[in-house]
């Protein structure tokens, strides 16, 4: 099942040749690859790619730039000197092509790596959590307030060479996680606060006393879908977290199975 990722990518826009008069009857031209010549580039001079800097100890990709596919494309190139924090000595792998419009996107980071044996990237999504407070009533003297929260487990995806002419500069990511290999927790806190008598409404912040009404938690040991979440909300009796289940499938966002 492919699964989009949401992820902050890099866009570099580079020349990869320049062209210099050496006498006013003559064009030199100077390709991607580090060579010059008189002839204009061919279309496989002229393409770019985006190419991971890769630490071939960790795997790690520490940045992306852009290059030429006709001198770079073997992977069998590495840089002479450190280099976005990676040694000398580190690779340098394909990883795009550039769009339809010549840019050129590209991933990485700590949690993005190469498998050199497999010739794939991969991603690895952190575990997450996240937390949002609901007022369920609120007066000059007291407020109920709900906090939902909600845990989900790594999760991991892997991509091969994007084409991204092909994708209009979209990144193609599966993932690669088995549904019983990720977990999430859903918990509830309900609370009264109270204040003193004054124009303000009372709220968590001005109260000076709170006391709690209610605690729900639920755990999930699979992934499942949004119907079966509710179901079980429902068999277990979580009043609290059933009253928010808007907003907890919201998120738990890709962690839930989509069910054709």
Same mark, same amino acid.
């Given at each position: 099942?492919?699964?989009? $990722?949401?992820?902050l +990518?890099?866009i570099l826009?580079l020349?990869?040749? %320049?062209? %210099?008069?050496a006498?006013? %009857?003559?064009?030199?031209?100077?390709?991607g690859?580090?060579? %010059?010549?008189?002839?204009?580039?061919?279309?496989? &001079?002229?393409?770019v790619?985006?190419f991971?800097?890769?630490?071939? /100890?960790?795997?790690?990709?520490?940045g992306?730039?852009?290059?030429?596919?006709d001198?770079?494309?073997?992977?069998?190139?590495?840089?002479?000197? /450190?280099?976005?924090?990676c040694? +000398?000595?580190?690779?340098? *792998? &394909?990883q795009?092509?550039?769009?339809q419009?010549?840019?050129?996107?590209?991933?990485?980071?700590?949690?993005?790596?190469?498998?050199?044996?497999r010739n794939?990237? &991969?991603?690895a999504?952190?575990?997450?959590t996240?937390?949002? +407070?609901?007022?369920?009533?609120?007066?000059?003297?007291?407020?109920?307030?709900?906090?939902v929260? *909600?845990?989900?487990?790594?999760?991991?995806?892997?991509?091969?060479?994007q084409?991204?002419?092909?994708?209009n500069?979209?990144?193609?990511?599966?993932?690669?996680a088995p549904a019983q290999?990720?977990?999430?927790?859903?918990?509830?806190?309900?609370? &009264?606060?109270t204040c003193e008598?004054?124009?303000?409404?009372?709220s968590?912040?001005?109260?000076?006393?709170?006391?709690? $009404?209610?605690? /729900?938690?639920?755990?999930?040991?699979?992934?499942?879908?949004?119907?079966? *979440? $509710?179901?079980?909300?429902?068999?277990?009796?979580?009043?609290?977290?059933?009253e928010?289940i808007?907003?907890? $499938?919201?998120?738990? /966002?890709?962690?839930i199975?989509?069910?054709?």
């Amino acid at each position: 099942m492919k699964k989009m $990722l949401n992820i902050l +990518a890099i866009i570099l826009i580079l020349p990869i040749i %320049s062209i %210099s008069n050496a006498h006013a %009857s003559e064009t030199i031209y100077h390709y991607g690859d580090g060579t %010059s010549g008189t002839t204009p580039p061919t279309p496989a &001079q002229a393409a770019v790619g985006g190419f991971a800097i890769v630490n071939p /100890e960790t795997g790690v990709v520490h940045g992306v730039i852009v290059g030429s596919i006709d001198y770079f494309g073997g992977n069998n190139k590495s840089v002479g000197s /450190e280099y976005m924090g990676c040694s +000398a000595g580190c690779l340098i *792998v &394909q990883q795009s092509t550039a769009n339809q419009n010549g840019n050129v996107v590209g991933i990485h980071g700590p949690n993005v790596t190469y498998n050199d044996n497999r010739n794939v990237f &991969q991603v690895a999504e952190s575990n997450t959590t996240q937390s949002q +407070a609901v007022t369920e009533s609120a007066s000059n003297t007291s407020a109920i307030e709900t906090e939902v929260l *909600v845990s989900r487990s790594v999760k991991n995806y892997e991509f091969g060479v994007q084409d991204l002419i092909n994708t209009n500069g979209v990144f193609q990511i599966i993932e690669v996680a088995p549904a019983q290999n990720t977990s999430a927790q859903i918990s509830t806190k309900t609370k &009264q606060f109270t204040c003193e008598e004054s124009t303000i409404i009372c709220s968590t912040k001005i109260s000076n006393a709170s006391t709690t $009404l209610s605690e /729900e938690v639920i755990l999930f040991s699979e992934r499942k879908s949004s119907e079966e *979440v $509710l179901t079980q909300v429902i068999i277990e009796a979580k009043t609290k977290i059933r009253e928010q289940i808007n907003i907890i $499938l919201s998120m738990l /966002e890709k962690w839930i199975v989509n069910v054709n």
